[in-house]
T-cell receptor
Framework: GAVVSQHPSRVICKSGTSVKIECRSLDFQATTMFWYRQFPKQSLMLMATSNEGSKATYEQGVEKDKFLINHASLTLSTLTVTSAHPEDSSFYICSAQRGRQGSGYTFGSGTRLTVV | GNSVTQMEGPVTLSEEAFLTINCTYTATGYPSLFWYVQYPGEGLQLLLK?????DKGSNKGFEATYRKETTSFHLEKGSVQVSDSAVYFCALPYNTNAGKSTFGDGTTLTVKP
């Protein structure tokens, strides 16, 4: 149980286009989801916290107009990288909080974005 | 492929007790190793890391030593506090060859006063 499906796993897009990444909780409801970014061999960086039905909370330095997060249902959160540039190339990963605070977290498998 | 095996939880300790959370890994080469912490209602934070064998990462009283011979990176703290109650994740970094980042399942620590 407690599976989070993240798609796509890899995407290559042209500079200037937008890319949407989906994060779905398959067998549980996730009121809170987290989006992270990670460069090779480095640690995760929290980008934003997404709560169902409300606006995401972005970490300092993360452009909310560039990284659009939508958490429209209890099982789906999306991250859209708008007007992508090569410097946005990175590994993006989501995690979902299982139930209430302290119930644990499940990670998606991640998305490798390459902007050319 | 890469994998991380982390001690199952939950773990409940009294304040000032000694903490160990075990973590072993399988990976090609000698990757960096990380411990992350997630406090209730917050996102993951990097707790400490080690980049090569025999390195000791430390932060906030927590320590972990990169043991190549046992492929382990156990997290320890000599005297836990209530404020240490959180979920702890052992992880390998994103690897371009593996195409993914690898986490342990997380260990929930509850410290009681």
């Amino acid at each position: 149980g407690a599976v989070v499906s993240q798609h796509p796993s890899r995407v290559i897009c042209k500079s200037g286009t937008s890319v949407k990444i989906e994060c779905r909780s398959l067998d549980f409801q996730a009121t809170t989801m987290f989006w992270y970014r990670q460069f090779p061999k480095q640690s995760l960086m929290l980008m934003a916290t997404s709560n169902e039905g409300s606006k995401a909370t972005y970490e300092q330095g993360v452009e909310k107009d560039k990284f659009l997060i939508n958490h429209a249902s209890l099982t789906l959160s999306t991250l859209t990288v708008t007007s992508a540039h090569p410097e946005d190339s990175s590994f993006y990963i989501c995690s979902a909080q299982r139930g209430r605070q302290g119930s644990g977290y499940t990670f998606g498998s991640g998305t490798r974005l390459t902007v050319v | 492929g890469n994998s991380v095996t982390q001690m199952e939880g939950p773990v409940t300790l009294s304040e000032e007790a000694f903490l160990t959370i075990n973590c072993t890994y399988t990976a090609t080469g000698y990757p960096s190793l990380f411990w992350y912490v997630q406090y209730p209602g917050e996102g993951l934070q990097l707790l400490l890391k080690a980049t090569k064998a025999d390195d000791k990462g430390s932060n906030k009283g927590f320590e972990a030593t990169y043991r190549k011979e046992t492929t382990s990176f156990h997290l320890e703290k000599g005297s836990v506090q209530v404020s240490d109650s959180a979920v702890y994740f052992c992880a390998l970094p994103y690897n371009t060859n593996a195409g993914k980042s690898t986490f342990g399942d997380g260990t929930t620590l509850t410290v009681k006063p």
